[in-house]
């Protein structure tokens, strides 16, 4: 019985660190992909091959 939920746990575990790593990976495409303005916001993310905001 203890090793049934030991194995849940360890499952739950290692789905949990997969969607983390698939999270990082589409934001990491996203930021790759950005073009067209820099985001207007002060933590807004450049363009893309663009220079830095003036503000900063």
Do not use: F, I
């Not at 930021?31 to 067209?36: E, F, L």
Request: glycine content about 8%.
């Amino acid at each position: 019985m203890a090793d049934d939920k030991k194995a849940a746990k360890t499952r739950e575990d290692r789905l949990a660190e997969q969607l983390r790593a698939n999270l990082a990976r589409r934001k990491e495409q996203t930021r790759s992909r950005r073009q067209g303005e820099a985001d207007l916001r002060r933590e807004g993310v450049a363009v893309k091959g663009g220079a830095a905001s003036e503000d900063e």
